[in-house]
C-alpha cells in the first residue's frame, strides 16, 4: 500500500472494483471507522454480515498484510485527523510553514496543558519511591516511549540508581 495515502482514501478509490462482499465491509469502514477499530476478525465479520476470512481477504486486497495492519493505518488515519482538528484545522497544511506553524501550535499547547496538571507534591512523591528503590524497571512500548525509556535509564545511571530498560 502506498504509504502516502490514508487507509480511507485507499477504500473510497477501490470501492467501485470491489466484490459485493468487500462493499460490505468498505461501507461499514467508511461510516463508522471507530467501530471497526475495537472490532476483532470474528466481531468485525458480524458486523458486516461477511465471513471471518473475507474480512482477512479484505485487508490484503487492500494492500495490507492482514485485518491488524488494516486496523493500525485506520487508527493511524483517525488520530492525525482528530490531531489536526484539535488544532483547528482538519486539513492538511498546504505548506511547510503552516505545518511548522500548526506543530508549534500543538505543542505549545501540550505543555501549556501539562504545566495545568502539574502536581508537585505527587511529582515529590514519585521521586521519593525511586530514590528509595533498590532498582527501576523502565517499560518503553513504541518509538518514542523507548527513547524516553532510554533517556530515563541514562539519567537515573548518573544518579547512581539501578535502572533496567525496556523497549519495544
Known amino acids: 500500500m502506498d504509504n502516502d495515502a490514508d487507509i480511507l482514501s485507499v477504500v473510497k478509490e477501490a470501492y467501485p472494483d470491489m466484490s459485493k462482499s468487500d462493499k ?3 461501507r461499514i469502514l ?7 477499530i475495537d472490532a476483532n476478525v470474528k466481531e468485525a465479520a458480524e458486523l458486516t ?3 471471518d476470512a473475507t474480512v482477512v481477504r479484505f485487508g490484503k486486497n487492500l494492500g495490507c498484510e492482514g485485518f ?7 487508527a493511524q488515519h483517525l488520530a492525525v485527523k482528530q490531531a489536526l482538528e484539535d488544532a483547528g484545522n482538519s486539513q492538511i497544511p498546504s505548506s511547510a510553514d503552516s505545518f511548522l506553524e500548526q506543530i508549534h501550535h500543538s505543542a505549545s499547547t501540550a505543555l501549556e496543558q501539562a504545566m495545568n496538571n502539574l502536581q508537585p507534591d505527587k511529582l515529590d512523591e514519585a521521586a521519593q519511591i525511586i530514590i528509595d528503590s533498590r532498582r527501576v524497571f523502565i517499560y518503553g512500548t513504541g518509538g518514542s516511549s523507548g527513547i524516553l525509556a532510554t533517556e530515563l535509564h541514562n539519567r537515573l545511571f548518573r544518579l547512581n540508581i539501578t535502572a533496567i530498560p525496556f523497549t519495544d
Open 24 to 26: 460490505k465491509i468498505a
Open 30 to 36: 467508511l461510516e463508522i471507522p471507530e467501530k471497526f
Open 49 to 51: 454480515g461477511v465471513s
Open 68 to 74: 491488524k495492519e488494516l486496523k493500525i493505518l485506520l
